[in-house]
């Protein structure tokens, strides 16, 4: 980044120094697991590994035939794409804020344009969200809070990971970090960005904390919703358009260590230097990196 050593020097002495007020802030060290094309299996991994196998869903045990599991899953195109329910994964101890979108052919039949575009990385399905309202394509975030497996017992984990499917946008796309508060306030422990690919390839990122204080994540898909849903009219967003800033974006596997009440750890409130955290966080993570392969 920098040109000249001393300087290098000099600055960094300053970002690490601001690091660790803001990680000693949040009571948190990070670790960040990353990978893009060729690498994102070994991230998965070693992420997978780090949390010691934890909870994964991967999305293919959805129906998409209209006899899911769970009655409550929502035929989109029958046979290719549905809206599953909040709860659809609590077993696993994920609930998430509102119905989202699984696919068995990559979002081809909602939205054409995209046809191949989303290659599973786990066949067959995969994971996005998608805006309720006819003609809008303004929701980008897919939310997840954790609770004790099988049940609605707010819970925490120590890590979590995604594969994410065609990130080529630096900014594109992200997941950050939620804990709570000894008030019960939600305080952010960091966002940090997908690495990027060619087009058609998978990136995984994944954040592992020291406990599990992580309440809540929220991951940002690419600029726009692949599709709208109102509950009768699919409507496609159409072609993502890179040089206008349009990052079209699927997800794949979710991974997360099992949440626990047993050493869930509250973060403290948020101090005037907390508004370093977002990017701080971000930075601890290229930081430490390299030292993946120590854990």
């Known amino acids: 980044m920098f040109k000249h050593g001393v300087l290098a020097s000099v600055a960094g002495g300053i970002i690490l120094s601001l690091l ?18 060729a690498t994102t299996n070994t991230a998965f991994n070693d992420f997978r590994t780090a949390i010691g196998g934890g909870s994964r869903i991967n999305w293919d045990g959805v129906r ?50 995209t046809a191949g575009q989303f290659p599973a990385f786990s066949p067959n399905n995969t994971f ?11 929701d980008r975030s897919i939310d997840q809070t954790f609770v004790l497996p099988g049940t609605n ?67 940002t898909v690419g600029s726009k919703a692949l599709f709208s849903f109102d509950g009768t009219t699919i409507q496609s967003f159409g072609s993502e358009d890179l040089a206008n800033g349009i990052d079209l974006v699927a997800t794949d596997d979710f991974v997360f260590a ?18 370093f955290g977002v990017a701080a966080f971000g930075v601890i993570g290229f930081l430490t990196r390299k030292r993946l392969r120590r854990i």
């Open 20 to 37: 660790t007020t803001a990680a000693e802030s949040a009571q948190a060290s990070t670790l960040v697991f990353s990978g893009s094309g």
């Open 64 to 113: 998409l035939d209209g006899t899911d599991v769970n009655p409550n899953t929502q035929i989109i195109d029958l046979g290719k794409t549905v809206a599953i329910p909040v709860d659809r994964f609590q077993g696993a101890g994920a609930l998430f804020s509102e119905p989202y979108a699984v696919s068995g052919d990559g979002f081809a039949s909602v939205n054409p344009d």
């Open 128 to 138: 996005v969200m998608f805006d309720f309202n006819s003609g809008e394509f303004d």
């Open 153 to 219: 017992i707010a819970a925490g984990t120590r890590g979590f990971g995604a594969i994410f499917v065609d990130v080529e946008d630096p900014r594109s796309s992200s997941i950050e970090y939620f804990g709570t508060t000894r008030s019960g306030k939600k305080v952010s422990l960091g966002k940090f960005f997908v690495p990027v690919g060619a087009s058609g390839e998978t990136q995984f990122l994944g954040v592992l904390f020291d406990n599990p204080v992580v309440t809540e994540v929220e991951l």
């Open 258 to 275: 099992v949440p626990t009440l047993a050493t869930l750890t509250q973060v403290p409130e948020p101090t005037p230097l907390s508004g």
